[in-house]
């Protein structure tokens, strides 16, 4: 009953470095999210996927590419990592059909930029 | 445009007390879902609740309780007889309801409440 996998759930970069987090839902749901955390921020969208090979941006995308290769992934890269990307990252995901409204949540990904 | 706001940074109580939680929401659509999550320190979110905006009925779930008032654009949560186990972080959000079956209507939230409840 694993749900929304996130990997890595921690990880620290220098600035300039590349990296990539993986979300895996094993619900078999259509649509994908990507948000950060940050304090006082509450959870802003970075980009999100309607389905395989599918990707949109959301609230803020600058910085960020995805990827939705396959319908039960969900990646997000970080090309070249800045300090102001220092966040807690949380992948979601939801099934298709009205009234699914409610997302389904990862366990999130620590990452600091130094 | 939407916006969720809640006022209240941090609050902290003494076991038992009662809480309440501030949401007041900005939307100009007619129709949208209100929900709260729980964020507890190991870092999860926890569903709690979706309220429809048509449903201004009250709810009760054991030691929970929601107060959704649409003329004031409210969606209050309050923790009865608070417990150590309540310390958390409690986000409210909100969004517009699919009608259309895009998954292009992500939630938006507000940024969060941390309750810290002392033995």
């Known amino acids: 009953n694993a749900g929304v996998t996130q990997t890595p759930k921690f990880r620290v970069l220098k600035t300039g470095q590349s990296m990539t987090l993986l979300c895996a839902q094993d619900m078999n749901h259509e649509y994908m999210y990507w948000y950060r955390q940050d304090p006082g921020m509450g959870l802003r969208l970075i980009h999100y996927s309607v389905g395989e090979g599918t990707t949109a941006k959301g609230e803020v995308p600058d910085g960020y590419n995805v990827s939705r290769l396959k319908k039960q992934n969900f990646l997000l890269g970080l090309e070249s990592a800045a300090p102001s990307q220092t966040s807690v990252y949380f992948c979601?995901?939801?099934?298709?059909?009205?009234?699914?409204?409610?997302?389904?949540f990862g366990s999130g990904t620590q990452l600091s930029v130094l | 445009a939407q916006k969720v706001t809640q006022a209240q940074t941090e609050i902290s109580v003494v076991e038992k007390e009662d809480v309440t939680l501030d949401c007041v929401y900005e939307t100009r659509d007619t129709t949208y879902y209100l929900f709260w999550y729980k964020q507890p320190p190991s870092g999860e979110l926890v569903f709690l609740i979706r309220r429809n905006s048509f449903d201004e009925q009250n709810e009760i779930s054991g030691r929970y309780s929601w107060n959704f008032q649409k003329s004031t654009s409210s969606f209050n949560f309050t923790i009865t007889a608070s417990q150590v186990v309540d310390s958390a972080v409690y986000f409210c959000a909100l969004t517009p309801p699919d009608i259309m079956d895009t998954g292009r209507r992500a939630l938006t939230f507000g940024s969060g409440t941390r309750l810290q409840v002392q033995p």
């Open positions: 979601a995901s939801r099934p298709t059909g009205v009234r699914s409204e409610k997302l389904f």
